[in-house]
């Protein structure tokens, strides 16, 4: 591994993001070959002997796993109604994070991690990473000119959303594609169009597809597929 400033090697190895990871240099509560380091941009690499708080940290003890988040669940790491969480349902050594949100009411494929750094940068709006959602939708006829209002933009109340990719899979189910991630977005944009979703589930995030991953299960990405999640969010389509 190549040699990285200090607060990205704590970032990439999952212990606070990078913007945190400064702070606790900066307190001095990290190590490196047992010297306090506080600056944050020392280079360090996997023979360092990085440690924060006196345990080694190293980029190896990095975790992704997909869950298909069921209805009813929230995915903020703690809920002030009690509601269960999408990190109760993934049982870790690890402190994990939402890598992003779904609605309570929305199902799918959501992704967690202790990796700061690639949370950031998968949910990061410069890199608009594509999201697939299918939808059931009332009334279930959808005419002509509310799927190309979707595929041009619609007007929402925080602005103009990017042209999504749609297509009508049979009478009320549309799979829509949008590499934005504003609140509640596939919905306001069908409501916009004078359609309510009914259902609403997120088939793909990026290059991940939910696949097989029954709803409530969950499952732990390869070295490969993290790769390739790393590789799409690095990738800037427009400037
Ligand atoms: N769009 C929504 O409306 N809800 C979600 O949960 C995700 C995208």
Known sequence: ???VRLAKYLAHSGVASRRAAERLIAEGRVTVAGE???DPARDVDETSGVRFEGEP??????????LNKPAGVVSTARDTHGRPTVVSLVPSERRLYPVGRLDADTTGLILLTNDGELANQLTHPRYEVPKTYVASVVPEGVPER???ALREGVELDDGLTSPALVRLVRPGLLEITISEGR??????MLEA???RAVALERVAFGPLRLGRLARGEHRRLSAAEIERLRKAAATIPRS
């Open 1 to 3: 591994m190549l040699a």
């Open 57 to 66: 940290v190293g980029v190896e003890s990095r975790e992704v796993f997909a």
């Open 146 to 148: 509310a799927l190309r």
């Open 193 to 195: 169009v004078g359609h």
């Open 183 to 188: 609140k509640r977005q596939v919905r306001r």
């Open 36 to 38: 306090v380091v506080t």
